[in-house]
Nanobody
């Protein structure tokens, strides 16, 4: 059974940091592009960042998180990470990771992806 599991969410004060993890089981992430998405209640799920098979040289970020978030992958651990620094209240939401088999590049478009995790809650509040 193929699955993705997110972890690392929680409550953090503005300006703080969190590191989200996305672990895969049942398949190897080496052949997949991975995206991180955020969803607030009543809003559409939006793409925050993505990473292609080649890793650091192939990443993309939403303007709202550029310079604060860093996506990375560790194929040996079959996992992808999202380091979130200088967090703001507007970063609050449920964060999902998603995977799609891909030769090149990555996308922050939700419909691109066909495997999804269950999400992890991130709350930025004082």
């Amino acid at each position: 059974q193929l699955s993705l599991v997110e972890s690392g969410g929680g409550l953090v004060q503005p300006g703080g940091s969190l590191r989200l993890s996305c672990a895969a089981s049942g398949f190897r992430l080496d052949y997949y592009a991975i995206g991180w998405f955020r969803q607030d209640p009543g809003k559409e799920r939006e793409g925050v960042s993505c990473i292609g098979r080649s890793g650091r040289s192939n990443t993309n970020y939403a303007d709202s998180v550029k310079g604060r978030f860093t996506i990375s992958r560790d194929n040996a651990k079959n996992a992808v990470y999202l380091q979130m620094n200088s967090l703001k209240p507007e970063d609050t939401g449920v964060y999902f990771c998603a995977a799609v088999q891909s030769e090149y590049g990555c996308s922050r478009t939700r419909n691109t992806y066909n495997y999804w995790g269950q999400g992890t809650q991130v709350t930025v509040s004082s």
